[in-house]
């Protein structure tokens, strides 16, 4: 999943900004976003593989998990 656009989608649903221009993601970021009466509390997960042993703890306690994923 690495540069799959993980960072891209969060900035455009966060702020609704797109940029061509988006440094990978180190270890994690977090950001919270409203829409309406609902608040997401966003994991931004780094894709590189010596952080997915990290995954994990991100996980736990959550109502959903979206995967971004380049199929090209």
């Known amino acids: 999943m690495r ?3 993980k960072t891209s989608f969060c ?3 966060g702020n609704g900004q797109w940029s061509e221009d988006v440094v990978p993601t180190v270890a994690f970021s ?3 976003i409203r ?3 609902i608040k997401f509390k966003v994991w931004d997960v780094a894709g590189q593989s010596k952080y997915r042993t990290l995954w994990e703890r991100y996980c736990q306690g959550v109502n959903a998990i979206v995967f971004v994923v380049d199929s090209s």
Do not use: H, K, L
């Open 3 to 5: 540069a799959s656009g």
């Open 11 to 13: 900035n455009v649903i």
């Open 30 to 32: 977090y950001r919270q």
């Open 35 to 37: 829409r309406g009466n």
